[in-house]
Structures are given as structure tokens and as C-alpha cells.
């Protein structure tokens, strides 16, 4: 692991792997359950093979489509916590909502937030039954987890296997949350970075992939991803014709590539 670290792969942290170890201990992974954000993007390019910059983060973010099928198992608080590290719900800012986020005691930013698809543009709290906790619910998550794989996720500690977004769902979906988030959101940036690096790679190492992502997203969100490939033009270069070609030829939104 750490000739692999060395050699540039992605690797998690001791408190992320750890976490992740304990929810694929109880089957959630293999249930349907999915890791997003950005551990996710690292794992996913380790399965690219893309050396890159990951970005640091000291989030676990948790989502999952649907019910997961699962035996009777602890509560999602009590998995957290089987790892050592005291985490804690985090209020909402109205008292009177459930809790949908973990966050380490004392100084540390360790956090895991728990998603799930929103039915429309809001941000409701919804339950979560099967883990005995409740999430946040997203706009278009259900694209985002709509087609997935099984991935390594490293670290120095240990490896485990868990359920990530295909790179290609992942990079569009990119795109899109990049212009529902607001000009003003510092995460802007990072969004339409690792979107341009995952279509770069895919461009040339899965042919096709981008643009069955694309012919795949959902009618309100075409308008926003035809702005997002317009941001995307300071961050992918104008020599990566095939990244860019692969963002015309689905065409369901009219892309174009800069001249």
C-alpha cells in the first residue's frame, strides 16, 4: 500500500478507512449503498489509472437509490462508532429535524453525511429506516447513482471494497451540480475540475461512456449541463479532441466544443 501511495494512487485517511471498512462489514456496499464525493472521485481514478491530484477532504459522504436490503444490523450511529471514532449527530438548525450528519467530538473536521435522491429541486430530510437514521435529500442524486461499480478504496491501513457512481455518470453529474449550486459556492471550481479530468480519461480510455451519460440524464437537467461544459472550458484544454468530441456527439443538449 504504501509502494502504491508512492507510486501516486489515491489513498484515504486512517478515520475515512475505517468508516468505510465498518459499512462494508455490514453489507451496506453490497446492498446498494454508494460512496460519493470526493474519496469517490479518488477511487475512481485508481480504476482509470489517471494520476492525479486528488482533492483532500475529511468527508464520508453515504448515499443510496433505495431501500437497502438488509438483515437486521446496528443503526448507522452505532456502525459509525464500531471504528473508535466518537462521532456524534449533528443538529439541523431547526432543533425540531432529525440529525443527518456525524461529525467527530473536539476539533476534528471528520464528518459523515448520509443522501439520498431528492423527488425534486428541495433538500428534504428523509428517513432511513433499514439503517435506523435519516438523510438529506438531493436534486438528481438519482442520475448520479443510476449505473455503478465496485471499486478498491486504499489506504495505508487496508483496502475494502465498496460501491461507487461509473466515472462517466459521475463527471456529468459534475457538470450539472457545478451550475445548480451557485456561482458563489467555493466548490464550483473543484466540480468542473474533476469533471474535465474524468472526461479527458474516459475520452480515451472508454470511448463512448461520456456520451451514454449524457443521453441518459433527465430533461430539466440539459440547460444546466450546457452551461457546465461552457465553464468547462477553463479547466479542459482545447487540444483534448476527444474529450471534446465526446461532449458533442451525444448531442441531446447541443454541445459544442470552444473554438
Known amino acids: 500500500m504504501r509502494l502504491l501511495a508512492r507510486a501516486g494512487y489515491a489513498v484515504v485517511d486512517k478515520k475515512a478507512f475505517f468508516t468505510l471498512a465498518s459499512l462494508h462489514n455490514n453489507g451496506l456496499f453490497h446492498a446498494g449503498a454508494f460512496l460519493v464525493g470526493s474519496h469517490a472521485y479518488g477511487a475512481l481514478l485508481n480504476g482509470l489509472g489517471v494520476r492525479a491530484v486528488p482533492y483532500a477532504t475529511e468527508d464520508d459522504d453515504i448515499a443510496r437509490r433505495e431501500a437497502l436490503a438488509l438483515p437486521a444490523v446496528p443503526s448507522f450511529l452505532e456502525m459509525l462508532r464500531a471504528t473508535g471514532v466518537e462521532l456524534v449527530a449533528v443538529p439541523d438548525l431547526d432543533h425540531h429535524k432529525p440529525a443527518t450528519s456525524y461529525q467527530e467530538l473536539g476539533a476534528s473536521h471528520f464528518r459523515v453525511d448520509l443522501l439520498v435522491p431528492a423527488k425534486d429541486d428541495s433538500y428534504p430530510i ?6 435506523k437514521a435519516h438523510a438529506t435529500g438531493l436534486p438528481y442524486l438519482a442520475y448520479l447513482l443510476g449505473a455503478s ?12 471494497a465498496i460501491r ?6 459521475y463527471a456529468v453529474h459534475k457538470l450539472l451540480v457545478s451550475q445548480i449550486r451557485g456561482s458563489a459556492n467555493a466548490k464550483v471550481d473543484k466540480d468542473l475540475h474533476q469533471a474535465a479530468t474524468l472526461i479527458h480519461a474516459l475520452a480515451d480510455r472508454l470511448p463512448g461512456a461520456v456520451q451514454d451519460a449524457l443521453s441518459a440524464l433527465p430533461a430539466s437537467a440539459h440547460r444546466p449541463v450546457r452551461r457546465g461544459v461552457k465553464a468547462l472550458r477553463s479547466h479542459l484544454p482545447k487540444t483534448a479532441e476527444a474529450a471534446w468530441e465526446s461532449l458533442e456527439d451525444a448531442d441531446p443538449t447541443g454541445l459544442r466544443r470552444p473554438s
Open 164 to 169: 461507487v457512481p461509473t466515472p462517466e455518470r
Open 126 to 131: 428523509v428517513p432511513v429506516p433499514e439503517l
Open 149 to 160: 461499480q465496485m471499486v478498491p478504496v486504499l489506504s495505508a491501513h487496508g483496502i475494502v
